[in-house]
Structure formats: C-alpha cells, structure tokens
Nanobody, 124 residues
Framework: QVQLVESGGGLVQAGGSLRLSCAASGRTFSRYTMGWFRQGSGQEREFVATISWSGGGTYYADSVKGRFTISRDNAKNTVYLQMNSLKPEDTAVYYC?????????????????WGQGTQVTVSS
C-alpha cells in the first residue's frame, strides 16, 4: 500500500509562486513514476507533470512548461511541484499520483495511488 499526502497549497496573487509537496509512505517509493494532476471547479482532472522513478526524466503539460518544475527526493519519499509565474487559470485542486507506469504517461486513470489534493487559488 502507498499513502500520498499533498501540502503547500494556498492563496497567491498572479505572478507569484508556490511549492507543493507530496509525501509518500507505506511502500517502496523510489520505483514509482510520480505525477501531478489538477482539477478546477467544474472541470475534468488534467495532467500537469510527471517524473520518472530516478528523477532523470520529466514531462510537462504545454500549459505549464517553463513555469512549473517537478522534482523528487527519494531519500525523503517526497515529490515536489515548484510553481512560478502563477496565473488565475492555474487555480485548481492539485493531486499527486503514483504508479508503476512509464514516466510519460499522462492519463490519470493509469496511476494506482492518489493523494487527497491541495487547493491552489491564484487571484488576479
């Protein structure tokens, strides 16, 4: 079993930054691909970023390229999402996910484990 807990969300003005964290426990973490997804009010859950188990490969949605950075620290069983130059359209609940899938897999249904989410609100 894997448990995932997100933190770091909050309210920020447009152009600001936040760093989200996802702490994993319960099972070997380092061999899982990790992903970040988000879901705005009334919207479908969408892909944000993924990272390979080694941390050597990352992949981003076009909407966040150049602004967001995903990273992981396997010694701490934690994955991060650094979000810069935030826009109001980034407002959503952000979820982290883990799965034994290829590191470029962008469909949320392919992942095995999910956190409860953390709210990010960007004001204009």
């Amino acid at each position: 079993q894997v448990q995932l807990v997100e933190s770091g969300g909050g309210l920020v003005q447009a152009g600001g930054s936040l760093r989200l964290s996802c702490a994993a426990s319960g099972r070997t973490f380092s061999r899982y691909t990790m992903g970040w997804f988000r879901q705005g009010s009334g919207q479908e859950r969408e892909f944000v970023a993924t990272i390979s188990w080694s941390g050597g490969g990352t992949y981003y949605a076009d909407s966040v390229k150049g602004r967001f950075t995903i990273s992981r620290d396997n010694a701490k069983n934690t994955v991060y999402l650094q979000m810069n130059s935030l826009k109001p359209e980034d407002t959503a609940v952000y979820y982290c996910a883990a799965g034994g899938v290829g590191w470029k897999v962008t469909s949320w249904g392919a992942y095995d484990y999910w956190g409860q989410g953390t709210q990010v609100t960007v004001s204009s």
